[in-house]
């Protein structure tokens, strides 16, 4: 009984209780975050598709709109009832008829070319039948009117309907019949309107079929999406979208938006679009759920092994450390009666003394065995939900981009291709050159091809940006000087600018010159197209929602269009895709543009690390139960020793009973080792802080020594330069050059302003080029006998350096060589970087140094003095920043010139 619990050995209880408790709580944080996690992907997932959903029925619907505008457009149009009626003139020739035919024809496949969602535009009149691209219907139709109820539905005809919408008063005397040929209608999905003359006399039938197979072309995502008319009819499905749905899901969906449900993995999500009643299926695959529970399945098995391992191997170890002093005990008892030895027993139980608690053993070994497998299950978790979230939203983030990036390609490859064609029409370049305004208005706007006029603004301009015409609303102003002048130098091709009215709307006018028909060399004028920044915008503006953010750039990175309109015209972020930070970029054909998405997933990162965060009470509900269950054992345990001990208080052990006891009981929580680690950890805390004091001490004072010294080579550089330069200025005050002293004053302010700026000691390589620059702007006042060439690498210019560095050297060039001699002197100044230093090289061809001077003047550099200025000056700061490897070195042939090296690290 000694070593049993409920009649199992004391370790097999340990270990039966781990592995139960693990794969309980195993299955609770799995489904729980399981469910979370779906929710939450659902979420994001339900959001993105909305947003496509939305713009597909944007998309539909103004095809829709265009179709019906179409349609009502030719119901009044005055060219096709002109056409009708030189037609029906028995008086017409043959050969006119044929002509007029034609061209009534040729304006009709016009009108299908600019919707590509018309399969047809088709006349029937009570004689024949006119087609844009010669289709027709069965001629039994001839004659037919669609009744009141096809007026009603937006003039709007789906498939089955055309029956009972449409009339033959031939056939029927009014009433509607199903001719022999009517499979043609009635197979068909178009809009109709009746032709009618001034008095009311029926003239014929317009019928514009559409085609939905050209959805797939044309609507964005339309390979996931299936179409519904209003009796539930499928009209149209997408490569991935109908044909895998349950019988169920094929009908009508409900009048709730959103997801309707899941079937093998695909979300199905729904819509109605108005007007028309059409009902939108959207199909997602949901590839995310199989990944998630295989990720749950295989992370339980693995974390359920490590935890039996582990239960395995510390519940035989807790279970001898815990049993093993009773074995003891009982074994001492034992001998003591056979021996009646008092001191052996007390000898023996003085150094077998446990050192640790039971209840502390429990504790530790239910951390280790539960709570440690459910910690790692919960980081593994994380870490794999994290990368398989991520990895979902950036394949989703860039197919969206695709699709918008090229929905966005075709809007500006609209105006691009209206803005050539205007270019290069002969009838618009002459009115243009007579300015004739009435002229080109009627050319664009009454001639059939450019019918897509309706929802773009084009302005033409003279030479002088001088308006002649507009189609818009817009105010007719003269052209932007830069724009003209920027039109002017672009030859033949198109250029680009950003105008902004006073309500900060911003519009991107894309304009090309127009040349003469006569001389193809000579320009007469400009032409212009707009497009508006918001209406670009609001195909994308939506997706900020998700974390996408969507713009439009040219190739210098200024953006065009973007949803804050502030930052239209500022210059995009350049930076890198990175671990959270992603770019996807597509360029616009036929401009050098391009559309950018960008995206960080630090936000979903910290939602998904909410998830896990905010379901921590459940790890504390874990720790209590272990702490419960440690405290049960262990009283369990503890009921048995406290028998022994009242058994040793019948022993007569002499008096010492009490130390006995003490020694015996093991289960102290406090001992004369604690006591005297707490008091060795205080001394060791106060030497430390003691040191610490002494070192902070005695590095505030190197550092002082430092900052003195280099504030005192930075001072002798002021007084040192200033006598040179007031020396210059006193000579042209002499020589009455005042413009020059001033602008020689200027510089010397704004040098001087850097100089003393002893906040700033380390600069950019770039700003010490542009002040020796201004220095020497100041020197070339006084002589003009030299001139300095640059050969700099740009792409060590943002490096650091030591402020005032290269003045000091470019000064000895001058003094020391310019001004002592009569001929001209070139000073050569180089920057390169050579493995880790960069190498400033400066020099000239004056007279040079004689070989004892510049001995001395080596001598002086490789010493460490810091009293002296000039090079010396600029050595000993360089040293004493960077390190003695570092420094100034110069070289002289007397006669030739000098060249003085400047070495420094590479530092950013």
């Known amino acids: 009984m000694k070593k049993t619990m409920g009649n199992l050995p004391f370790h097999t209880f340990l270990l039966r209780f781990s592995l139960i408790t693990v794969f309980v709580f195993l299955l609770l944080l799995s489904s729980l975050y399981y469910m979370k996690i779906k929710n939450f992907i659902e979420e994001k997932k339900e959001t993105s598709v909305q947003l496509r959903m939305d713009q597909i029925s944007t998309e539909l619907q103004t095809e829709f709109n265009n179709i019906y505008d179409t349609v009502n457009n030719l119901k009044t149009n005055e060219i096709v009832i002109r056409y009708l009626d030189e ?125 939905p197979k050209n959805l ?71 590839s995310f759920y199989k990944k998630q529970m295989a990720l749950m399945w295989k992370m339980l098995v693995a974390t359920f092994l490590f935890s039996a391992l582990i239960a395995y191997i510390f519940s035989r170890i807790v279970g001898r450390k815990v049993l093993q002093p009773l074995d003891r005990l009982i074994e001492s008892i034992k001998g003591y009666e056979e021996s009646r030895n008092y001191s052996s027993l007390f000898q023996q139980k003085k150094n077998r003394v446990m050192k640790v608690s039971l209840r502390e053993r429990f504790f530790f070994y239910f951390v280790i065995t539960v709570l440690l497998p459910l910690v790692i299950f919960m980081v593994m978790l994380y870490g794999q939900t994290s990368k398989i979230i991520s990895s979902d939203l950036q394949e989703s983030y860039r197919a969206s981009h695709e699709k918008m990036a090229r929905l966005m390609n075709n809007e500006i490859n609209q105006r691009v291709l209206l803005l050539t064609r205007i270019a290069y029409n002969n009838n618009v370049l002459h009115s243009m050159m007579e300015e004739d305004a009435e002229s080109i208005g009627h050319e664009l706007l009454n001639k059939k091809q450019y019918l897509e006029l309706r929802r773009q603004t084009v302005k033409i301009y003279n030479l002088e940006g001088k308006p002649i015409y507009t189609n818009g609303y817009s105010e007719n102003k003269q052209m932007d000087p830069h724009f003209l002048m920027q039109l002017q130098a672009t030859g033949r091709n198109i250029s680009y600018t950003l105008e902004k009215n006073h309500f900060n709307d911003v519009t991107i006018v894309i304009g090309m010159p127009a040349f003469s028909v006569a001389d193809n060399a000579k320009s007469i004028g400009y032409i212009t197209v707009d497009m508006e920044g918001n209406e670009l915008a609001k195909f994308y503006a939506d997706w900020q929602k998700t974390g996408l953010n969507m713009l439009l750039a040219d190739q210098h990175n200024r953006i065009l269009s973007h949803p804050d309109p502030l930052k239209i015209g500022t210059i995009v972020s350049d930076k890198e895709s990175g671990t959270n930070y992603h770019i996807f970029k597509k360029e616009i054909t036929g401009m050098d543009w391009k559309f950018i998405s960008t995206y960080n997933d630090s936000a979903i990162q910290k939602q998904i690390e909410q998830l896990f965060i ?160 201004t220095y020497i702007k100041i020197m070339s006042y006084r ?32 003094h020391h060589g310019a001004r002592k001699t009569k001929n001209r002197v070139t000073i050569h100044i180089s920057c390169k970087l050579i493995e880790d230093q960069i190498h400033i090289i400066v020099k000239d061809n004056a007279i040079g140094i004689r070989e004892d001077d510049l001995a001395i003047i080596k001598n002086h550099l490789t010493s460490a003095t810091l009293d002296k200025a000039g090079i010396y000056n600029v050595n000993g700061r360089i040293r004493l920043h960077f390190g003695n490897q570092y420094g100034l070195d110069i070289e002289s042939i007397w006669g030739e010139g000098t060249t003085v090296t400047i070495v420094i690290p590479a530092a950013m």
């Open 216 to 286: 797939d072309d044309y609507i964005f995502y339309a390979d996931h999406i299936g179409l519904f008319d209003q009796n539930g009819r499928l009209f149209f499905k997408g490569d991935k979208a109908v044909d895998n749905l349950p019988a169920k899901l094929k009908k009508l969906p409900s009048s709730k938006k959103g997801l309707q449900g899941t079937y093998e993995n695909t979300g199905i999500y729904h819509s109605s679009i108005p007007y028309y009643n059409f009902q939108l299926v959207y199909v997602e695959k949901l």
């Open 87 to 211: 037609l029906g003139d028995n008086n017409l020739s043959p050969s006119e008829k044929y002509k007029q035919l034609s061209n009534l024809e040729e304006y009709l496949y016009t009108i299908r070319q600019n919707n590509k969602l018309i399969d047809n535009i088709l006349i029937v009149t009570p004689e024949t039948q006119f087609s844009s691209d010669m289709k027709y219907i069965d001629y039994q139709y001839n004659g037919m009117k669609l009744n009141n109820e096809a007026e009603r539905q937006y003039h709007f005809v789906s498939i089955g309907e055309a029956n009972r919408k449409i009339e033959i008063p031939s056939i029927s005397g009014g009433q509607a019949v199903e001719a022999s040929g009517s499979k043609d209608l009635n197979n068909s999905m178009f809009f109709g309107v009746n032709i009618l003359s001034a008095d009311g006399v029926n003239k014929g039938v317009i019928l514009i079929f559409i085609n």
């Open 614 to 773: 905010s379901d921590a009470y459940l790890l504390a509900l874990v720790l209590l139960l272990l702490l419960a269950f440690a405290y049960w054992i262990s009283k369990r345990m503890l009921r048995p020793i406290g028998q022994l001990n009242s058994l040793f208080h019948t022993f007569d052990l002499q008096g010492s009973h009490h130390e006995v006891v003490e020694q015996l009981s093991g289960i102290s929580e406090m001992d004369s080792l604690t006591q005297n680690f707490n008091k060795m950890v205080e001394r060791m805390e106060e030497l430390i802080h003691e040191t610490i004091l002494a070192d902070q001490e005695r590095i505030q004072l190197k550092y002082e020594k430092r900052e003195l010294q280099l504030n005192a080579l930075q001072s002798q550089i002021n007084p040192h330069f200033l006598y040179n330069t007031l020396d210059n200025l006193i000579y042209l005050v002499e020589s009455s050059e005042t413009e020059r002293a001033l602008e020689m004053i200027a510089s010397l302010s704004k040098l001087f302003r850097f100089i003393t700026n002893r906040e700033q000691v380390m600069i950019t390589l770039r700003d010490e080029l542009v002040y020796t620059k």
């Open 783 to 814: 002589f003009d006998n030299f001139e300095c060439v640059w050969d700099g690498d740009e792409k060590i210019l943002s490096y650091k350096t030591v402020k005032l560095i290269l003045q000091p050297v470019i000064e000895n060039a001058i």
